[in-house]
């Protein structure tokens, strides 16, 4: 199993010591002392777990030049029309993925083009599922352009989520799927498209990050 480089820090953290309480209980004969890093085992286990890095469709087939996909897995928190106060200036749909603490929080790029813009910044901490966090909450916002084509999406860390790792920039091109980095334990992500694409989730729709088709342009003619 891949594991993003950025969990390596929290998968070992709890090794070292649990590994420590296994020597000191053999040493000593008490089972008791080497039981006692059982529970730092288990928070290793599920850092990794967290941090898995899976490789998805868009990994091995070219995604479509119309279509724009999930750029994380999760539950769909909004779909159509924007949250107040929440979408860029200028017309927009917006599809919200919400991303618990058992999800892939390995972030994809929803579509292609090159990184026009890119900004951050500080906020709260509200929990991701709540409206308010989509305008309150720290975050990072990058705009994407493929010739006449814009899609803006944002990086929002939840309650538990204290850093955002952004893995790109102005001036890089980004492949629809492509891995841009990650949110550390629960965020939401949200996606901006043009009211010409057509959205194909709906609220309360699980989706795939990198498989999940979240909306359609037209087909060029």
Not at 86 to 101: H, I, K, N, R, Y
Request: charged content about 25%.
């Amino acid at each position: 199993m891949r594991i993003d480089p950025a969990g390596w820090p929290f998968i070992a953290g709890p090794l070292a010591p649990a590994a420590a309480l296994a020597v000191a209980g053999r040493t000593a004969g008490r089972r008791g002392v080497a039981r006692a890093g059982w529970p730092l085992l288990a928070l290793s286990a599920y850092m990794a777990l967290f941090f898995r890095d899976p490789d998805r469709r868009c990994d091995r087939v070219p995604p479509g030049p119309d279509v724009v996909l999930s750029p994380a897995d999760g539950m769909v928190m909004v779909a159509g029309e924007p949250q107040d106060g929440v979408a860029p200036e200028g017309d927009w749909q917006q599809v919200s993925v919400f991303l618990s603490v058992v999800d892939v929080h390995v972030n994809r790029s929803p579509y292609r083009g090159e990184v026009v813009e890119s900004s951050y910044r500080k906020g709260s901490f509200l929990a991701a599922y709540r409206k308010e966090s989509a305008h309150r909450n720290e975050r990072t916002e990058l705009w994407l352009r493929d010739g006449g084509r814009t899609v803006v999406f944002r990086q929002i860390v939840g309650v538990l989520a204290r850093r955002i790792v952004t893995r790109t920039g102005v001036g890089q091109r980004l492949a629809t799927g492509e891995r841009m980095g990650l949110m550390k334990f629960g965020s939401r992500m949200d996606v901006f498209v043009p009211p010409e694409c057509e959205l194909t989730v709906v609220t309360g729709q699980r989706v795939r990050g990198g498989e999940t088709v979240i909306a359609r342009w037209p087909a060029a003619r």
